[in-house]
Structures are given as structure tokens and as C-alpha cells.
């Protein structure tokens, strides 16, 4: 059964980067796309990019020029970085499976495996 | 950019009670629309992927339809573990593939 875990600190200062790990276990990291999603408190759900099987990944233009997202395949995880952070980046950040589900004939993207999320809050 | 809207923001309602929740999108994204049901301090979970297709263990009171821009989801005959966020989210397969949500729809208990 294939679970996710985020780690990082949970605490970064204004300006500073932010980064954060999926640890994956039951599964291999190189077969699925993988994505990282995030939550402000109260509010919904944004998605951040998606790292693509094929090492290609592609970000929400909103965030484009500040996040990176890259594999580690000899620890089985997955990471994300985003530079020059202000508290409008503090969230709960979350990193899931990018599923690609059989639907009538094609495949259709969902995210249908997540980890618990983990709380980043950008404060001096 | 594809944009989401759900509708309503918040909704309250009974046990028992059937509700229908409303997303649109800016443009036409077919059926390209997956519905996640979110629990207080939890993580989502996929309930609807296609429009209408359930998720495996998902109830059948759960209904999704539409396509297009207008897509709704629909609990049958509400159950107390069915208080929750819904949120909404397309993934239209064509450039620049991203995956947009909803701002999402509180279900409380009246």
C-alpha cells in the first residue's frame, strides 16, 4: 500500500527558501508523476506543479520563477523548493500521486494518493 | 488560465437531506473534472474522477455529472460522515496542463 510522507522545517523566514520531501514507500518514486499542493488555512487548495515520470515538470504559472520540484530515486522521494518566500506562502503543503485513471478508453489525471501535509508557516 | 467556481461557498443542511454543489469553469474542459472530499485537518480524498466515475469505496449516494463548463456534485441522502469541504478540480488534458481546484464548498450540519 503506497503512502506519502512530507518532511521539512516548519518554520522558514521571509525571503528565504522553502523546502520540503516526499518520502514514498511502497512504490518506486521513477514510476508515477508526482505533485505538490498547498492550502492556506481557511482557504482551498492550490496546486503548485507536477513532476513528470520522465523528469519534466510543469508549474502553476502563479508560482513559475520561484518553485522547483526534482527526484531523488536512491532515497525514493520527491522535493520541493520555492525561493523569496513572504507569509502569502504560509500553508499546508501537501504532496500526492498524480494518478492517471482508466476512464472510458483514456486516461484521465487525478490525485488520488496524498500524505498527511505538513504545516509551513514564513515568519521572521 | 482555466478557472473554478464552486458554488455555494458554504451550505448547511441535515441528515438525510440530499445537496447539490456547483463548479464552473472559465472554458470548456469536457469532462476533465475530479471531486475530493476534505475532512477537518485532513488530507483530501478523491471521490470522483471524469465527472461522474466513483472512486473505489466510494458510496453510490455520491453522483457527479456535467461537462463542459457546468458540473455538479450531488449527495443523495446525507450521513454524518459526509460533513465536510468539497472541492472541486480540473485536469484538461491540453496546454498548460494544470490542475486548477475550486475554492471549495463547506457542508455543514444545520
Known amino acids: 500500500q503506497m503512502q506519502l510522507l512530507e518532511s521539512g522545517p516548519r518554520l522558514v523566514k521571509p525571503s528565504e527558501t522553502l523546502s520540503l520531501v516526499c518520502a514514498i514507500s511502497?512504490?518506486?518514486?521513477?514510476?508515477?508523476?508526482w505533485s505538490w499542493i498547498r492550502q492556506p488555512a481557511g482557504r482551498g487548495l492550490e496546486w503548485i506543479g507536477r513532476?513528470?515520470?520522465?523528469?519534466?515538470?510543469n508549474y502553476n504559472p502563479s508560482l513559475r520563477g520561484r518553485v522547483a520540484m526534482s527526484v531523488d530515486s536512491s532515497k525514493n522521494q520527491f522535493s520541493l523548493k520555492l525561493n523569496s518566500v513572504t507569509a502569502a506562502d504560509t500553508a499546508v503543503y501537501y504532496c500526492?500521486?498524480?494518478?492517471?485513471?482508466?476512464?472510458?478508453?483514456?486516461?484521465?489525471?487525478?490525485?488520488?494518493?496524498w500524505g498527511q501535509g505538513t504545516l509551513v508557516t514564513v515568519s521572521s | 488560465d482555466i478557472q473554478m467556481t464552486q458554488s455555494p461557498s458554504s451550505l448547511s443542511a441535515s441528515v438525510g437531506d440530499r445537496v447539490t454543489i456547483t463548479c464552473r469553469a472559465s472554458?470548456?474542459?469536457?469532462?476533465?473534472l475530479n471531486w475530493y472530499q476534505q475532512m477537518p485537518g485532513k488530507a483530501p480524498r478523491l471521490l470522483i474522477y471524469?465527472?461522474?466515475t466513483l472512486q473505489t469505496g466510494v458510496p453510490s449516494r455520491f453522483f457527479g455529472s456535467g461537462s463542459g463548463t457546468e458540473f455538479t456534485l450531488t449527495i443523495g441522502s446525507l450521513q454524518p460522515e459526509d460533513f465536510a469541504t468539497y472541492h472541486c478540480?480540473?485536469?484538461?488534458?491540453?496546454?498548460?496542463?494544470?490542475?486548477?481546484f475550486g475554492q471549495g464548498t463547506k457542508l455543514e450540519i444545520k
Open positions: 500526492a500521486r498524480a494518478g492517471e485513471l482508466l476512464w472510458f478508453g483514456e486516461l484521465i489525471s487525478a490525485f488520488d494518493i
Open positions: 511502497g512504490a518506486s518514486v521513477k514510476t508515477y508523476d
Open positions: 513532476l513528470y515520470s520522465s523528469g519534466n515538470t
Open positions: 472554458e470548456n474542459i469536457r469532462s476533465y
Open positions: 471524469g465527472a461522474s
Open positions: 478540480q480540473q485536469t484538461y488534458n491540453t496546454p498548460p496542463f494544470t490542475h486548477t
